[in-house]
């Protein structure tokens, strides 16, 4: 069966300092990849989905990057926080497929705040 | 254009009685529609999902909701509510390029 993984759950960050949260999915072959936020108080808002390994499309402007080293392996990253980064970061998987009704599957999330 | 309006916020039930959480969908194609949960600080679940076949669809612990083109509904109900029912439910539209378009979010409070 199929199972992803993020990591940190919760992380404490000053403004300014870098960022690197990492999921992995295990158990699927060539999944799509994305990365979400979800602010307090707010639906879910997709920053990047990825199709396949060094594949990045981002969705809104901001000040963050992802990156996919690996098949498996999805990485959100940014150079220097601001305080609006703060959030619940969520990835999710689906199965690459000709369809767009592809299910996705979440993550546990990565609860991040920056002061 | 496509949208997802959840049009409760919150909703608040006795356990033991119904729950009715309201989803309506705009969109310019045949929509495929999910409905995930989310219990606090977790990832989201997947309830049940809609994708042209039969217009009722059964999820996991006791949820369903009814596909009603006519209406563009997709409403999820529930018999009776368990107080373990208590979380944020999502309505989700699967859009191109498998990206989802989420609706606000309803939150479940079950009074004991």
């Known amino acids: 069966s199929q199972t992803i993984h993020q990591w940190p759950a919760t992380l404490v960050q000053p403004v300014g300092s870098p960022l690197s949260l990492e999921c992995t999915v295990e158990?699927?072959?060539?999944?799509?990849l994305y990365w979400y936020r979800q602010a307090a108080g707010r639906g879910l808002q997709l920053l990047f989905y990825?199709?396949?390994?060094?594949?990045i499309s981002s969705e809104v402007p901001q000040n963050l990057s992802a990156s996919r080293p690996q098949d498996r392996q999805f990485i959100l990253s940014s150079k220097k926080l601001l305080l609006s980064d703060s959030g619940f970061y969520l990835c999710?998987?689906?199965?690459?497929?000709?369809?767009?009704?592809?299910?996705?599957?979440f993550g546990p999330g990565t609860r991040l705040t920056v002061l | 254009a496509q949208s997802v309006t959840q049009l409760d916020s919150h909703v608040s039930v006795s356990e033991g009685t119904p729950v009715l959480l309201r989803c309506n969908y705009s969109?310019?194609?045949?929509?495929?529609l999910f409905w995930y949960v989310q219990h606090p600080n977790k990832g989201l679940q997947l309830l049940l999902k809609?994708?042209?076949?039969?217009?009722l669809v059964k999820g996991i612990n006791g949820f369903e909701a009814e596909f009603k083109k006519s209406e563009t509904s997709f409403h999820l109900t529930k018999p009776s509510a368990h107080m373990s029912d208590a979380a944020e439910y999502f309505c989700?539209?699967?859009?191109?390029?498998?990206?989802?378009?989420f609706g606000s979010g309803t939150q479940l409070t079950v009074l004991p």
């Open positions: 990825s199709v396949g390994i060094g594949q």
């Open positions: 809609y994708t042209s076949a039969a217009t």
């Open positions: 158990g699927t072959s060539n999944p799509n």
């Open positions: 969109s310019s194609y045949s929509p495929s």
């Open positions: 999710a998987w689906s199965v690459l497929s000709g369809g767009i009704r592809d299910t996705q599957y």
């Open positions: 989700v539209l699967v859009g191109s390029a498998r990206q989802l378009t």
